[in-house]
């Protein structure tokens, strides 16, 4: 298939646009380069471009002729969105709706578009399915939310085929592609960890007294190989005018001190660390439930925690750390 990937610069889009190209598709990348990376990017078919901006869409998707779109293009930044809400709905919502438009004129009636757990807000239960009640507690997630309600409103109108694919704490490296996560600042725990430990500069706790087995966070780390696979899984088992939403975790639920204790063995070293107070928006837990990826797409996660913070490790090396 040729699959037009957003985002294709960026941490999980360069990554997935890999293992689409490994399966056999043809891949071209959309992308700002807001945050994404020249180094990420793979082929030639590279188009810059704001997903706000008609025209430059127009001419990406005239050029390419996509059968179908993966859609990572996003901000996706929670204190950001906090701070800047209306270009979390600019970006997320309104040039989403623009890539929709794009795709309607060229006849692409298929799309993988990366949502997030942040739509389930505070979940009142763990592990989360797919039917737990979405309260976003931040513009991020709401953006998110919005735009999966979009989908499934455009869907039986045009015969849209979606997948809505809701990541957990995504995580880890493919340096065998020489790609990872590159970001300053950077805001994820894993990185943030590994950085800290190789630099021997120590990082905060965020908040040590949430209801947990050790007080600090859980969260469900999930690989980013092991997504790249669902949503390969996912495109190639979209149905004309069928749309589901699939969370994607490890469903194994980590605390931030589970991570530090799992890097300081990694590198063989202390992580130093101190504890701080809790960051505002943060859950007590967050795990998922595959089992609706299992069964539908036949996914599995497969990598555990220790082998995607060696990916990282061995990614940020081959980079000079
Ligand atoms: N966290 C932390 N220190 C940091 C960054 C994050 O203790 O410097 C915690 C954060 O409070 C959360 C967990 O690590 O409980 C995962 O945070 P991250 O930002 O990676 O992902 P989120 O779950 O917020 O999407």
Redesign the pocket.
Known sequence: MRVLVTGGAGFIGSVTGRALRLAGHEIAILDDFSTGHDWACIGKQIFRADLRDRAGLDAAFGAFRPEAVMHFAAKAV?PESVANPGLYYDVNVVGSLRLLEAMRLVGCRKIVFSSSAAVYGTPEKSPIDEQAPQHPINPYGRTKKHFEEVLEDVRPADGLAYASLRYF?ACGAAPEWHLGEIREPE???LP?VIRATMKNQP?????TDYETRDGT?V?DYVDVRDLADAHVRALERLRPGQGAAYNLGSELGTT?REVVAAVGKVLGKPVPFRDGPR?AG?PAT?VASCAKARAELGWTPRRPLEESIRSVVEFLQSRGG
């Open positions: 929670v704490n805001t994820h725990l943030i990082f905060t706790v965020c908040g966070c969260r931030v960051r943060d967050l």
